[in-house]
């Protein structure tokens, strides 16, 4: 299977482990990563999320049919994105691997240009459904991360620290979630977005769906070097642990009619991300649309 696969599949259930399964393939190759795939396989069958099944896809397109909903989720994305570079920058700058602390900075100045991409999709999608004035304060969602700047450690966030496992399998699961959403995303926003501008979506999406396979993939490779040196199945038993709160706060979300992450959910949980956002942006406006 690989990327065009996956954005075909015909069915919602089980794409959680087609997305595992593509981006190591296209990461490191398929036989690579093996303590990962095992661990992985085995947390998917002791606890399956309810973000891999039909049902779950159903409740997002029909939440997906109100412009409104769509647009300030996409909005949502742009600001999380943001807000998880912060974080990322923050534990590159205290990773003393060279390569650990290289891919770490990867992934933020990527999830940086996501945050800005989201709102690029907001303005195809969407035309006009924000002022200029507010699509101008937009802008600060971004940190404007580049890998030729120096890193350095965000002033007061709970991230300014070494990473550990247990971030590499957060992070993992996080950003395979976060893959289920685009590949949702990607069938909705045809339903609104101008016919015109919609070559310019699917490349703005192409863009996003590779790098969020690329960082399932390098966390993947985190998670199987640190398991080989870690005696027993410590690493199985958490990541089993971390997939059953990511389904907990999956199911406690669901009925609120959201779908991902949130700064206000990561505050109530001290092994999320351990605090409010880094964000310098606090969301208040709702798109409005015609």
């Known amino acids: 299977m690989n990327k065009n696969d996956l954005v075909n599949l015909r069915t919602e259930k089980n794409r959680v482990a087609s997305i595992a399964q593509v981006a190591v393939s296209q990461y490191g ?9 095992s661990a992985f396989a085995e947390a998917l069958e002791y606890e399956p999320p309810p973000f891999d099944t039909e049902n779950y896809s ?7 049919l109100d412009p409104r909903w769509l647009a300030t989720s996409i909005l949502t994305n742009a600001e999380m994105e943001g807000d998880g570079a912060r974080r990322l920058w923050s534990l590159a700058s205290f990773t003393a691997d060279a390569e650990e602390r290289a891919l770490l900075k990867r992934h933020a100045v990527d999830e940086s240009k996501h945050s800005l991409l989201y709102l690029v999709l907001l303005d195809l999608a969407f ?26 450690p965000i002033e007061g966030s ?20 976060t893959t289920v959403h685009h590949l949702m995303q990607r069938h909705v ?21 590779d790098d969020e396979l690329a960082h399932v993939g390098y966390t993947a490779m985190l998670i199987d070097r640190n398991a080989k040196r870690i005696a027993g199945d410590r690493v ?10 990511f389904n907990a706060i999956t199911t406690e979300e669901l009925g609120q009619s959201a779908f991902g992450c949130s700064a206000g959910c990561c505050e109530k949980r001290d092994w999320c991300r351990a605090g409010p956002s880094a964000s310098p942006y606090t969301y208040r406006d709702a798109p409005t649309l015609d």
Do not use: W
């Open 236 to 245: 199985s038993s958490l990541l089993r642990k971390r997939l059953r709160d």
């Open 158 to 177: 709970p991230y300014a620290r070494a990473p550990t496992i247990d971030d590499y399998l957060q992070m993992n699961i996080a950003e395979i979630r």
């Open 29 to 37: 190759g398929g036989d690579r990563y093996n303590a990962y795939l």
């Open 189 to 209: 926003i045809r339903a609104h977005c101008p016919e015109e501008n919609l070559p310019q979506v699917m490349q703005v999406m192409e863009s996003l769906l």
């Open 127 to 152: 035309p006009n459904a924000i002022t200029p004035e507010f699509r101008r304060e937009l802008k600060q969602l971004s940190p404007g991360f580049g890998m030729h700047k120096e890193l350095y």
């Open 58 to 64: 159903l409740m997002y397109h029909s939440s997906a």
